[in-house]
């Protein structure tokens, strides 16, 4: 393999987007790993301004408030990024139901980078959520090429370090893609919304891409809305930000499956999304235009909107461009004389003939049967999506949530650049040998300067250093002050690397040592658990490609 597979998630050189490929960006963490670290947050998080601006990846300090007792990790801007992590946070302090999940494809040994996303799951779990992990072992074979002896053993030591991290099995549930039949009949079902040129437009899939790693995509789709299967609830996936492109799809698909769509509308037609705000600001202003203010006329909106257009309209509303202005009032114009009334609608999308009729004999107040869709007067949106939830869910369909995510930063390799599996020196196994770990420690880079002298005067550069990083992503555990002092220490000349590195190599050893006797504690766990690590599968890995 000649791709960076910096940490945790091996990222599939496919699962990029064209936008991404051409900016050369993510999803290996490239960008990423070029950026300084800063463990206290905001600081540098200016330094994935493109995930944010060019990917929508939102910035998690901003939901950091709304989360209870956050975890290190959260509070040090290690997770630095979300989607939609709201409803999971609302969830967690409401003492609502929701999930975690993530899958891990097992192409080597765990090594610390997978620990953060262990931690992760576990962490949700201890806050009262769903857990679920997974063994992408068809994702392994069919993307990564690798045989299922490979597999079998790999998938042992991750759920190992997963277990003996902390893991509840009995509250949670592990499993494996191959043997999933639920996950696979959801995976089928969920394919039967995604088309090939998508999958040449989100992963740069082409004729040559085989089958199978197309099938162990849709897979992942599964996945990802599995913990939704029993009843729909908040979810939140957390990966590395190169897995970004399959949350995407997957919140697609989610939506896509629907019975409903619920939008707002103004009249019999439909509006754009950066039509509504328009058509909403010219209701807003009725009592401006209408001959009538009980009754305003389409017909009378259009004009008012085109005479008094930019000006009247509030900017916010208009930000959206030009074009929507136009396309706007020449719908309000074609409407004519018919009246502008706000109202909910329920587009049917995907609802067999019964779940249509059970909506519309549901929905109270006011209601207008299209052929089409269903036009509600006297309900909020949010009655109105938990009513077409229900009407789903009573229906046979899933009524699924779109599934939210974290991004946690990548770590830096030990010998400075990425972080590879295939560079042992790079990284630290949790199989790995307390003491090659203690070695591997003492030999890292650091953020050190050339000289003691100079490091007293000039501090070291802690945001550099692959051995601070350590100590902040691993080493302080939940001690943010320790944390903070080695931090302090080093930047304000006071610490020296050589003792730093013995102290970091120290607690790594102590690590390894306390993680390995856990994990053949979780031995007899594993055991238990109704999962099978000797596959019968047989058939030879097709290649990496
Ligand atoms: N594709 C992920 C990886 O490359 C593994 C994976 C499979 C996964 N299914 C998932 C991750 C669901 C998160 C959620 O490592
Ligand atoms: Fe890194 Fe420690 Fe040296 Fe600072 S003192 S540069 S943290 S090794």
């Keep these: 393999m000649t791709r960076d597979d910096s940490d945790p998630r091996e990222t599939d050189e496919t699962t990029r987007t064209d936008d991404e490929r051409s900016r050369q960006t993510l999803p290996d963490g490239g960008a990423v790993n070029d950026v300084a670290l800063d463990p206290w947050g905001s600081s540098t998080i200016s330094d994935y301004r493109k995930l944010f601006e060019e990917f929508g ?47 891990f494809m097992p192409t080597g040994a765990p090594h610390i980078g997978h620990k953060l ?26 993307a990564r090429g690798l045989s299922w002896e490979e597999i079998d053993e790999h998938a042992r030591d991750y ?3 997963l277990l003996a991290l902390g893991f509840d099995p009995e509250e949670g549930e592990l499993y494996r893609q191959s043997d999933n039949r639920t996950l696979q009949d959801l995976s089928f079902e969920l394919g039967s919304k995604a088309n090939f040129s998508e999958f040449q437009g989100i992963y740069g899939f082409d004729g040559e891409t085989n089958v199978s790693h197309m099938q162990s995509v849709v897979t992942q789709m599964g996945d990802i809305l ?47 999304d950066v039509e509504r705000p328009i058509v909403a600001a010219a209701y807003e202003a009725r009592e401006a235009f209408a001959e009538d203010p009980e009754t ?25 461009g030009e074009n929507a ?41 006011e209601k207008r049967r299209y052929d089409e869709h269903i036009d509600a007067f006297d309900l909020s949106v949010s009655d109105a999506e938990t009513l077409a939830r229900e009407v789903e869910l009573d229906n046979g369909g899933y009524g699924f949530l779109p599934p939210s995510s974290i991004y946690h930063r990548f770590m830096t390799g030990l010998t400075g650049g990425k972080m590879s599996s295939s560079i042992p020196a790079s990284h630290i196994s949790l ?33 550099e250093c692959p051995v601070y990083e350590l ?25 020296l690397c050589g003792g730093c590195k013995e102290q970091a190599a120290v607690l790594m050893e102590e690590f390894l040592e306390d993680h390995q006797e856990k994990r053949e504690e979780a031995e007899a766990m594993l055991d238990d658990i109704d999962i099978s690590l000797e596959s019968d599968r047989r058939g030879v890995a097709p290649g990496d490609d």
């Design 226 to 272: 599995y913990p939704q299967l029993e009843e729909p609830k908040p979810t939140v996936i957390p990966v590395g930000p190169d897995q970004d492109p399959h949350v995407r799809f997957a919140r697609d698909l989610a939506a896509r499956m629907r019975f409903f769509k619920v939008t707002e509308a103004y009249a019999s037609f439909e509006l754009a």
């Design 325 to 365: 202005l136009s396309t706007a009032v020449e719908k309000l114009e074609n409407a004519g004389m018919e009246p502008l009334r706000p109202r909910v609608r329920f587009l049917d999308a995907n609802a067999t003939d019964d779940a249509f009729e059970d909506l519309i004999a549901s929905i109270d107040g």
């Design 159 to 161: 759920l190992l370090s």
């Design 471 to 495: 100590y902040a992503y691993l080493l302080s555990g939940d001690d943010d002050e320790f944390a903070k002092r080695v931090y302090d220490e080093c930047v304000g000349g006071e610490r």
């Design 296 to 320: 305003p006329r389409c017909g009378e909106a259009a004009e008012w909107l085109d005479e008094a257009g930019r000006t009247q309209v509030d900017i916010s509303a208009l930000a959206a």
């Design 117 to 142: 996303v262990f931690d992760e799951i576990i962490w949700h779990q201890q806050q009262g959520g769903d857990a679920y992990g997974l063994i992408a072992d068809l994702e392994a074979h069919s």
């Design 57 to 103: 990846i939102e910035e998690f300090d901003e939901v950091l408030p709304d989360v209870p007792n956050p975890h290190y990790l959260m509070r040090r801007g290690v997770i630095f990024g979300h989607r939609d992590y709201t409803p999971v946070a609302d969830a967690m302090r409401e003492g609502d139901d929701f999930a975690v999940l993530s899958g």
């Design 431 to 463: 199989l790995d040998d307390p003491e090659e770990g203690y070695d591997k420690v003492k030999s890292a880079t650091t953020g050190g300067r050339e000289t003691a002298e100079k490091q007293r005067e000039l501090g070291g550069k802690a945001d």
